[in-house]
């Protein structure tokens, strides 16, 4: 029972991670109704970027991850600004071998570094373990854990109280009524790929705590694509909830079920969850995330 509560807090934490890569997906598409098939090369960058600053450079961990993060969203809305743009109004194809192409270059250019080509690295956390009654736990857990609560607060007060969220609700509704009510859809679209790309970076940084930083790190946006589907792709909560609910059954899986079968499971249950509910868990909540 011990052992199986440990793995649970453990899911949730990896969980938390899947839905703020997700929660990335769903910003962007519901801004611009494009995929992007680069977050999971956002997401390492920003984790280098910070341990770069941080070991290289020598700056404090906290100012060094916010450098990074927001260094990565503002690479983010040079993207749009550059490319992406020029891809309004044509085939999604178009957008979504762009996202594939500048993450392939990003990936390029960070392995271009030695240093970053062939060693693993760990952000360091001033607590390594924290006892809670029986149960011994990673400090990053929690980390990533509290991290993700404080980051869905925040979001839902940016999109529900302020006027630049406000705009953002209203050109995920309908792009064209938005801009007959004044909103500056080209600026909004640079902002949602600027936050995307800023929430990747950050899924990132609380990743690395808790796993090791290396070149593969991105392949995680594999698996939290299924959640933001499952979430219905147009919502926040739901994005979330799918993350979360994803890394659970994973790490159950893993204590349950063969070495190795916990990787199928979430495209398992990605096409279980599109037979059962086709327009994903959170169509119903959409509403309530915008």
């Known amino acids: 029972m011990l052992a199986a509560a440990q793995v649970l807090i453990s899911g949730v934490a990896l969980g938390c991670v899947y839905g703020l890569v997700a929660l990335s997906f769903v910003l962007i598409y519901k801004a611009t109704e494009t995929v992007s098939f680069m977050q999971g090369e956002l997401l390492m960058t920003g ?30 809305a040079v993207f749009e600004r550059a490319a992406l743009r020029r891809a309004v109004g044509r ?45 011994t736990l990673a400090a990053g857990q929690l980390l990533v854990i509290g991290a993700t609560v404080l980051i869905a ?21 309908d792009a064209r009524i938005a801009a007959l009510m004044g909103v500056p859809v080209a600026r909004m679209h640079t902002l949602a ?12 940084l609380l990743l690395a705590p808790i796993t090791f930083i290396h070149l593969n790190m991105g392949l995680i946006a594999l698996k939290a694509f299924p959640a933001a589907v499952l979430g219905g792709l147009t919502s926040l909560p739901g994005a979330l909830a799918a993350g979360i609910f994803l890394g659970v059954a994973e790490a159950l899986a893993g204590l349950a079920l063969p070495e190795g079968v916990k990787d199928v499971v979430p495209y398992v249950l990605l096409m279980l969850g599109l037979l059962l509910f086709p327009r994903g868990f959170g169509a119903g909540a959409a509403g309530a995330g915008r």
Not at 60 to 74: D, R, T, W
Not at 95 to 122: D, H, I, K, N
């Open 47 to 76: 984790a280098f970027g910070a341990l770069g600053l941080h070991l290289g450079a020598g700056w404090p961990l906290g100012a060094a991850a916010l450098a990074a993060v927001a260094g990565v969203a503002l690479l983010g």
């Open 91 to 135: 085939p999604h194809l178009v957008a979504v071998l762009l996202t594939f192409g500048l993450g392939l270059m990003l990936r390029g250019a960070v392995a271009s570094v030695p240093a970053a080509a062939q060693e693993t690295y760990r952000l360091p956390v001033a607590i390594d373990v924290v006892q809670l009654g029986p149960l």
């Open 153 to 173: 607060v925040v979001l839902a007060l940016f999109f529900r109280t302020t006027r630049v969220g406000l705009a953002l609700r209203a050109l995920s509704e």
């Open 193 to 204: 790929w600027a936050l995307g790309a800023g929430l990747a970076a950050l899924a990132g």
